[in-house]
């Protein structure tokens, strides 16, 4: 943890301003080991491996911890070379480089930092947020950037001052969260009045919940996440070549995907087959581990936001249910 990430945490309890007590330092004055307690209410959080924390590292998203501890650089750009990440962190936010120099911006709900990766390129100051434990592998691969930060803290109980941020980001994850109504009315308050928000959410629509993960989620979200994981890579060498035909079949093919829970990105030219393959696996594993699937409908997505006081909401033209807005009270 960086001494500058300091002077924007705040309790999630009371608000009050943080006193460090450092057990452990790091190159370049980080903090890695230590606590943080609030000058007010007197609680206490821990610094642990360079990441405060302000929940247990066991909790509703756990599988999420697991998934990205072991999926850690697959989506990065950085890593991969495709460009994939980069494209929809762009089209998702409608931000720019020249828009992000030198602002504070939040990834609430980092994972392994596949955006972080992306947006940390644009000169301003990121810190990426994530309930799950995913946050150490965003920290090992992003530790080398000064201008990264990485807390482990609950969307419901952000551990900022109010109206600290310029911009937040939120893709893919209010679907996995207990409450999505509460969870996006909990991203406003960090923001700066006039600061933009930017969200990204599985869409509900009257046929939605018949897509083939709903009917088996029931059983796949209750299994062991190693043993899922064991029973996805042990069919994967025979549902990855099956799905590679019947996916691409004229008419059909988009059936076929409705019909079968297997991630295989058959359409996606940036892939190369053995990236696809690996693709495969992470995110069939991230459609039927997660403990909650709740997408979202437009209205109910737009009334939340607009009881926070975010304005001028757009919609934006790409896959799931993108909404761009502003804070204007």
């Known amino acids: 943890m960086q001494s500058k990430l300091l002077e924007i945490l705040a309790c999630p309890e009371c608000r009050g301003q943080f006193s460090c007590a450092t057990t452990e330092e790091g190159t370049d004055e980080e903090i890695v080991a230590g606590r943080l307690e609030c000058r007010k209410c007197r609680r206490a959080y821990p610094i642990t491996r360079g990441i405060p924390r302000f929940v247990d590292e066991s909790n509703y998203a756990s599988s999420f911890g697991y998934q990205w501890n072991r999926f850690r650089q697959e989506q990065l750009d950085s890593v991969n070379g495709t460009g994939l990440s980069t494209k929809r962190f762009y089209s998702e936010t409608g931000w720019t480089d020249e828009w992000m120099r030198g602002k504070w911006l939040l990834d609430a709900g980092c994972g392994a930092g596949r955006f972080l990766d992306v947006a940390s390129k644009g000169g301003g100051e990121i810190v990426g947020i994530d309930i799950s434990n995913a946050v150490d592998a965003a920290r090992a691969n992003l530790a080398d950037r000064k201008n990264v930060h990485f807390v482990q803290a609950s969307i419901y109980e952000l ?52 897509y083939s993960k709903y009917l088996v989620r029931p ?38 995907m409705f019909a079968i829970p297997v991630a295989n990105y058959v359409n996606e030219p940036a892939l190369n087959r053995r990236q696809r393959y690996d693709w495969a696996v992470l995110d069939t594993f991230d459609m039927l581990s997660p403990q ?37 009270k």
Not at 182 to 191: A, C, G, K, Y
Not at 304 to 325: F, H, M, Q, T, Y
């Open 159 to 210: 551990p900022f001052h109010d109206g600290i941020f310029d911009g937040c980001y939120c893709i893919g994850v209010i679907q996995h969260t207990p409450d999505p109504a509460r969870s996006l009315r909990s991203l406003p308050r960090i923001l700066k009045m006039g600061g933009r928000i930017a969200v990204t959410i599985y869409e509900r629509k009257r046929w939605t919940l018949l």
């Open 292 to 328: 909650y699937d709740q997408p979202q409908t437009q209205p109910e997505t737009e009334q939340a936001l607009k009881s926070v006081g975010i304005g001028e909401i757009e919609r934006l033209d790409n896959p799931g249910l993108n909404l761009v807005g502003r804070k204007v």
């Open 219 to 256: 059983v796949t979200k209750r299994l062991n996440k190693k043993l899922l994981l064991r029973l996805l890579k042990g069919s994967m060498p025979v549902l990855f070549p099956v799905t590679e035909v019947i996916f691409r079949l004229p008419l059909v093919g988009p059936l076929f």
